[in-house]
């Protein structure tokens, strides 16, 4: 049964934090672990987790906030979850980062964290919703309103998250998956194929490997690859709903091909980057960035760069299989980043510039901004589309185009519907120093001078002109994601995560962003303090993104008897008693 948690709220009247000498007590306050829990941990709205439960009476769930703490705190510092269990139980920052004075209180078992994420899992195969995405964007909310951050100005970087798989090659990979075929068998139908699977059940597939070095991989290809075919053919009506059989289907089929009753391997060309990389990650992928080859996912992190922000904050994180294009990403975060934040410009790389994008772009009326452009160099003694400047209408069309020689005319549809075309005065242009460079060209009938363009030619256009005219300015705003992509990687080496599966790669990037959103507010609030602002002023506007029990009146009664407590012990120590 689903219950909130307000138990944090009631601070006892004495408590192991009280203990502490007074100013160890104010560095606690003071420290990441005062921070996460004044504008993390009291600002998760838990009841958006209520449908993970049931609704009729019942004993109660473990406080959501706790279990939400501790799985974001579990992705920002990288813990496996026997660190996370022995941090919660003995490091009284981690307490009273989740609202714990006690040492003995809110003890758990470790597998009710188990069981709460696969209630999330579950959760989101079925209504394709992550909570922790949600909880993390509402408390991003509530940051950025406290703090006063400018949204409208955001920068965007991806970059590459490796899965915990092995890298495997092609005949490992094929083996192993027969291993787990043969392991998917009854006893019955073992014995029958048992002369069938002996080579390859000699140990595990990388001694199979091993055996076959020197010899050629053709010939081991074409026996696994038949081999296969029958097993599809002959196993179907028992074993066609079982979970290794669909991966026996999907790798045969990336790798093999079956016509007329013949089967033929594909050459390592024909693979396709999104073939299976490991039968214990489905969703994996594969990819070559700058010669270098990488297994697992793509994330994306969108934060904010006003410059007039003393403090930055990330506002998105996606995660998908690392063959996404940067566009797709940057298409499919602008409508939230619109709604959530009144996105107005947005900073990224070449990588984010493309069609889909635009498209998005020109409905939200965002301002695109890239460092840089896709494809070649432009040659400096040519004009290109680029050069010159096109205007929109209401329904983003082009309508206006106005040349480097500031001619400016109407852009009209072309006969075919399908580009535009803009005409310019060929006297005008005859006249132009830049006539030789134009890539207007005059017609054989019509002395004009036409230029032709498609949309999706004039909104890079756009993109292009826009990223020289930004070279032109001081200062790079988008250059700094660079180091929020590695605070967000930090916890994990190379970029090896130590999980798999899409969600649970999506779930520690979205914890280990979390987790760098409460350093910055941390390092942002002790610089004030250090900056000469009083410790008092610092301290109420820490407690401006949530309310606690120290602000209501029973915090103040409780400050109160915790003076009197205090004055009692000294007498009582004066005294001798």
């Known amino acids: 049964m689903f219950k909130k948690n307000h138990r944090h709220l009631q601070i006892p009247l004495t408590s192991h934090v009280d203990d502490l000498p007074e100013k160890l007590r104010k560095r606690l306050e003071n420290s990441w672990a005062g921070v996460f829990y004044r504008d993390f941990f009291c600002c998760i709205n838990e009841a958006m987790f209520a449908g993970l439960y049931a609704d009729f009476p019942s004993r109660p769930n473990m406080p959501i906030n706790v279990l939400v703490g501790l799985e974001f705190l579990k992705a920002g510092n990288g813990w496996t979850d026997e660190e996370l269990y022995d941090n919660f139980c003995y490091d009284i920052q981690v307490r009273y980062a989740l609202g714990y004075r006690q040492l003995g209180e809110g003890d758990f078992d470790l597998r009710t964290l188990y069981y709460f994420r696969e209630r999330l899992s579950c959760h989101m195969q079925e209504r394709g919703v992550n909570l922790l995405d949600k909880a993390f964007e509402q408390v991003t909310d509530a940051q950025i309103a406290a703090y006063q951050v400018k949204t409208g100005k955001q920068r965007m970087d991806s970059f590459q998250v490796a899965s915990n798989i092995r890298q495997m090659g092609r005949v490992q990979l094929l083996v192993e998956v027969l291993q787990r075929v043969h392991c998917m068998l009854n006893e019955a139908d073992q014995q029958r194929y048992a002369e069938d699977f002996a080579p390859y059940l000699k140990g595990h597939a990388g001694h199979y490997v091993y055996r076959m070095k020197g010899e050629e ?101 996606q995660v998908e299989a690392n063959t996404t294009d940067d566009s797709q990403f940057l298409a499919e975060a602008l409508p939230d980043l619109k709604k959530r934040t009144g996105l107005e410009t947005i900073y990224t790389d070449g990588g984010h510039g493309g069609p889909e994008a635009d498209q998005v772009l020109a409905e939200l009326q965002v301002e695109h901004i890239q460092t840089a452009i896709r494809g070649r160099t432009p040659d400096p003694d040519k004009l290109y589309l680029a050069d010159f400047a096109i205007q929109f209408n209401e329904d983003g069309k082009p309508s206006k185009v106005t040349c480097p020689g500031e001619q400016t005319v109407p852009a009209f549809t072309s006969s075919q519907q399908k580009a535009f075309v803009a005409h310019f005065d060929a006297d005008k242009c005859s006249a132009c120093r830049l006539a030789s460079q134009c890539p207007a060209q005059p017609g054989k009938r019509d002395p004009r001078r036409h230029l032709r363009f498609t949309q999706a030619e004039a909104r890079a256009a756009e993109r292009r002109r826009h990223s020289q005219e930004h070279r032109k300015e001081s200062g790079n705003l988008r250059s700094a994601v660079e180091a929020t992509v590695r605070c967000v990687k930090l916890p994990y080496p190379d970029a090896q995560v130590p999980v798999r599966g899409k969600f649970r790669v999506t779930c520690l990037m979205i914890g280990s962003s979390a987790v760098t959103n409460v350093q910055r507010i941390q390092r942002y609030l002790q610089a004030k303090i250090e900056g000469g602002k009083s410790a008092k002023d610092a301290r109420n506007e820490q407690n401006s993104a949530s309310e606690t029990g120290s602000a209501s009146f029973f915090g103040a009664a409780r400050t109160l008897l915790q003076h009197f407590f205090h004055t009692w012990q000294a007498f009582r120590t004066l005294s001798g008693c």
């Open 217 to 317: 991989v053709a010939p081991h290809l074409q026996s696994i690859g038949e081999f296969m075919q029958r097993l599809l053919v002959e196993l179907q009506p028992g074993y066609g709903d079982e979970a290794a059989y669909q991966v026996l289907v999907r790798v045969f089929g990336e790798h093999f091909r079956f016509e007329q009753a013949k089967v033929t391997v594909k050459a390592n060309q024909e693979l396709s980057a999104a073939s299976l990389q490991s039968p214990d990650d489905l969703e994996a992928t594969y990819r070559q960035k700058r010669g270098q080859g990488y297994r697992g996912y793509a994330a994306n992190v969108a934060e904010t760069c006003d410059p007039h922000n003393e403090l930055q904050l990330i506002t998105k994180v």
